[in-house]
Every structure is written in C-alpha cells, then in structure tokens.
C-alpha cells in the first residue's frame, strides 16, 4: 500500500471526510444528491454517490462530544470499511478530501483504509489480491512528512503482522534472526545477533533452558537505532518475547485449540522489531536498543523440566514450576541484559498468558508499569 500527496483529484473513486459542521456546497451536489447524504449519514455514516465512472463518497461523523482519540478511531474504522467497498468496486486508487477537519483526522483515515487493506498471501494462489494499492490524499493541512511517516509506521505494521502470521515451518529462531537482519539493512539499524555460543558466554540461562527442548538454536538479536540529535541522554529499551512456538514444554498445553495459534508467541518480537524500524525510517531524534531473545518450547530431546533450578543472566536461580511459563524466563535474560545500558526506561511486549484475554477480551491491553 502506496500514499501519496497529491494537489488535483485524478481518481475516478473520491472520498469526502466531514463532520457535523461540515459545509457540503463545495461539492457542487445536485438537490437529489445532497438530499440522498444528508438521509445517509443522518446519524453518521457514509453516503455512495454514482456519477459514472466516478464514485464519490462522503463520510460525515456526528459523534461531536467523544473524546479525540475516539473520534479518530471512528474514522481509522470508517477508513477500513472505506477499503472493502473500494476493493469490491475493483478500485486500484482513491483520492481521499478533507471537508474542513485536522490534518490527524484525515490521516487517521488513511491509515485505517491502509491497515484493513493488509492481506498474507505468501501460501495462497495467485487472484486473491486486493486491487487497492493507492491512497492520495487532497489536503493541504497534511503535509508530505506526515503522509511519508504515516506510511513508514503502516509499513512496520504490515511487516509486523507478516512476521506473526508465518508459520514455526519458515520462522524459526535462526529465520527470523535474519528477517531482522534484512529489516536493520533497510532502515540503517545497528544489529548484532548472538548465537548459541555467544548466549553460552552470556550465561543466559533462562533463554537456553527453554530451547533444551529443540532442534533450531536459540538466537539473541540486538537492534539499536540513536539519531545524532537524540532527545534522549540514555536509551530506550524495547524487550520483545520471541517465542516462535509455544508447545508448553513438557508442561503441554491443556486447553483444546490453544495451539492452533502459537505461531504468534513471537508477537512482542514483531511488535517491538516494527516499532524501532518505524522510528529509524522516520528518523526520530531518539536512541533506541531493541532486544529480541528467540527460540521455540518444544517437550523434545533434553528439555527443561518443572522442578529445574535455571541460573539466569543476573545470577540469580529461578525454581521452573511450569514449563508453560517460558517467556518469563526468556525475557527475564533480556531484561538483566538491558541494564548494561543504564537505560531511561524498559518496555517489553509480551504473549504471556490466556488469562489476561479470559478477562479483558482479545481487544484489551493488560499492561503493568
């Protein structure tokens, strides 16, 4: 997915963004047209409007007492309802308007139609494409930086999403070493990768208990981005779990279909990989390590063992209870590592439990600071 900034329409598929104090007379509207839109989006919504070949369409938004970060969800999901009825009508661009609205808002949009155009396709047949590929954005209250980092941050996301949605088959610990490794190339990232060895000498405990289990080594990845001008005198440091399969260990998974889905244990990994290459891409005057420990937990070959005492990175020994508990282990390592940096703060992104979902949903951040 492609945006643009562009000063004159040049799509046949046109897209109005208002709200209720939005003034329509600009669009030159018949009575029959204005009358159709004002019924449409009477209590919010969008109007389709048919002048062949063009389709023109005008969201207008009347929630006018929520919140601003709601209003901007509103539109990021009016954006994505925007892309389905775009791809049906086989659009291969669309020129999206502001009538009167904030720069974020009319970027909002976009990043929703650009978000619900994603698609994996890499193990279907070729025709399922979607044929939207382009947004132009019409406004002169958004600028050209602001488009170009909206769509590093939409590309982060996509590879993100890419990285979780591969199978343990193509993205095992050593595989997804080296995607980082591609991304860094691309966005002018540091990166070091540590192999088993290396970890070895680190002595980090936690990492190598939970990979005893399997056949791929564990990797370690470093990730550090600091932009001459960095606002930040120590660095931030970004941790993400990088399980890449979660069997449970010899503490196997009870729940029925609870497997189904641990391909994405290594979400705080792609998450937090996506996050300092949307910050290099963007070039933000900040100094960021990302640190990834990778490996699967599998119950094969010597695995660790609930009632296993681990030495972890710091020194200090850890009684493994369950061995469905690994990320905890894994990041623990990570984290002592990060103290070398003397770090401003650590943030790490984690799949850590089905608890958290059972009661917030699978919509709802559980986060504790």
Request: with cysteine; net charge neutral.
């Amino acid at each position: 997915m492609q945006y643009a900034k562009i000063k004159k329409s040049k799509s046949d598929y046109k897209v109005y963004l208002g709200n209720a104090d939005s003034d329509l007379s600009s669009l030159n509207l018949s009575s029959a047209e204005l009358k159709h839109v004002q019924i449409q989006t009477e209590k919010g919504g969008t109007a389709h409007i048919q002048r062949l070949p063009e389709h023109i369409f005008i969201y207008i938004n009347r929630d006018e007492n929520k919140e601003d970060w709601w209003t901007l969800e509103e539109y990021r999901k009016a954006g994505n309802t925007a892309t389905g009825v775009l791809n049906k009508l086989k659009a291969k661009d669309v020129d999206v308007f502001s009538l009167g609205l904030e720069a974020e808002t009319v970027l909002a949009f976009a990043e929703g139609m650009a978000l619900g155009n994603y698609q994996f396709l890499k193990y279907f047949k070729v025709g399922k494409e979607n044929s939207l590929s382009t947004i132009n954005v019409c406004d002169d209250a958004v600028s050209k930086k602001k488009i170009d980092d909206l769509g590093h941050s939409t590309n982060a996301v996509y590879y993100a999403r890419d990285l979780v949605n591969t199978p343990v088959q193509d993205m095992t610990a050593p595989i997804m070493a080296d995607e980082f490794k591609k991304m860094a190339k691309d966005a002018g990232i540091k990166i070091k990768v540590m192999g088993k060895s290396q970890i070895e000498k680190e002595k980090m405990g936690g990492l190598l208990a939970v990979n005893r289990g399997s056949l791929d080594e564990p990797r370690f990845t470093i990730m550090e981005y600091k932009h001459p001008n960095a606002k930040n005198k120590k660095p931030y440091v970004l941790v993400g779990k990088g399980v890449v399969y979660d069997t449970g260990g010899l503490s196997l998974k009870p729940t029925a279909n609870s497997m189904d889905f641990m391909k994405s244990d290594m979400g705080g990994a792609a998450v937090m990989s996506g996050t300092i290459f949307a910050v290099a891409k963007a070039k933000l005057p900040v100094h960021i390590v990302c640190l990834i420990p990778a490996t699967d937990n599998r119950p094969g070959g010597n695995a660790y063992t609930p009632g296993d005492v681990i030495t972890m990175h710091n020194g200090m020994t850890v009684e493994v209870l369950n061995t469905d508990a690994e990320g905890r282990m894994i990041l623990a390592d990570a984290i002592s590592y990060a103290a070398r940096y003397e770090p401003e703060f650590i943030m790490d992104a984690a799949t850590l439990t089905g608890a958290a979902a059972r009661a917030f949903g699978k919509y709802g951040l559980v986060a504790m600071g």
